[in-house]
């Protein structure tokens, strides 16, 4: 009993996940300002960080926890970015 409650709470957990990518490219593609793009874009990659640790406790595997890590560092470098290209119009200076 207790496994399937948390496998139904991981399969409703990743389902809820997945409508908010969704949503999330929506709005990268729709977003009216580039300052939009960039927020749905952070939203996009905290989602799949989230959707791997999820697939990773429901398999087992620590892989899965490396590659969300790995997305997190790597998003957090893109929109630190994306923010200065926005802000002074170059990111290398």
Do not use: H
Request: proline share 1%.
């Amino acid at each position: 009993m207790n496994v399937l409650i948390m496998q139904v709470a991981l399969f409703v957990a990743q389902s809820f996940i997945a409508v908010a990518m969704l949503l999330c490219t929506y709005r990268m593609a729709i977003g009216p300002r580039a300052q939009d793009r960039v927020l749905a874009l952070d939203g996009l990659y905290v989602c799949a960080m989230l959707q791997l640790l999820a697939f990773g406790v429901r398999t087992g595997n620590t892989l899965y926890f490396e590659a969300a890590l790995i997305i997190g560092v790597m998003g957090f470098v893109a929109t630190v970015a994306l923010a200065k290209f926005l802000m002074r119009g170059e990111v290398i200076e």
